[in-house]
T-cell receptor
Framework: AQTVTQSQPEMSVQEAETVTLSCTYDTSESDYYLFWYKQPPSRQMILVIR??????QNATENRFSVNFQKAAKSFSLKISDSQLGDAAMYFCAYRSAVGRGTSYGKLTFGQGTILTVHP | EAGVTQSPTHLIKTRGQQATLRCSPISGHTSVYWYQQALGLGLQFLLWYDEGEERNRGNFPPRFSGRQFPNYVNALELEDSALYLC???????????FGPGTRLLVL
């Protein structure tokens, strides 16, 4: 079974600064997807960014980018020019690309990192 | 484009009752997923429906059951108190988009 670990329960950043959230995962599969989701106080999960394991290029979405290290099984999220609206719980998630078995279809989440943004 | 919707937003039940949680996926999405977010337990995969058929189930008892859009929790236990999140995707390989959740409290 796959596992996802977020070792930072809480992080804080000053507005306009850059912060990096860490995520490691464990899998024996070679083909999979990785995601970062954001959960603000409203509790709705919002997709931040997605990475396909077969792509070497790191995904970027505006101020959000990832550092995907497949060999090290590491998937960190960098938020540049942090804004007050970025304050939320951030979850790293893994999804198998194998089309069968007990892992098929589901997202496996890390424990989450609470990000506080100071004005 | 309308997102995933869930109803009700809050639900209070007593032990032994049945709870009905509803989810409307994004138009055109064929896969619906359910997750439980309980305090101290994180986000756990509950069920996956694709084109109306149950495709996969997490480590939850059979009293969590139902069809694709409504999900029923029978014989509620106190530990079922949690936020239940529904997500949909256009097919089984794509990104999952989440609804706002239903918060269930079992007394």
């Amino acid at each position: 079974a796959q596992t996802v670990t977020q070792s930072q329960p809480e992080m804080s950043v000053q507005e306009a600064e850059t912060v990096t959230l860490s995520c490691t995962y464990d899998t024996s599969e070679s083909d999979y997807y990785l995601f970062w989701y954001k959960q603000p106080p409203s509790r709705q999960m919002i997709l931040v960014i997605r990475q396909e394991a077969y792509k070497q290029q790191n995904a970027t979405e505006n101020r959000f980018s990832v550092n995907f290290q497949k060999a090290a099984k590491s998937f960190s999220l960098k938020i540049s020019d942090s804004q007050l609206g970025d304050a939320a719980m951030y979850f790293c998630a893994y999804r198998s690309a194998v089309g069968r078995g007990t892992s098929y279809g589901k997202l496996t989440f890390g424990q989450g990192t609470i990000l506080t943004v100071h004005p | 484009e309308a997102g995933v919707t869930q109803s009700p937003t809050h639900l209070i039940k007593t032990r032994g009752q049945q709870a009905t949680l509803r989810c409307s996926p994004i138009s055109g999405h064929t896969s619906v997923y359910w997750y439980q977010q309980a305090l101290g337990l994180g986000l756990q995969f509950l069920l996956w429906y694709d084109e109306g058929e149950e495709r996969n189930r997490g480590n939850f008892p059979p009293r969590f059951s139902g069809r694709q859009f409504p999900n029923y929790v029978n014989a509620l236990e106190l530990e079922d108190s949690a936020l239940y999140l529904c997500a949909s995707s256009p097919d089984r390989e794509k990104t999952q988009y989440f609804g706002p959740g239903t918060r269930l409290l079992v007394l």
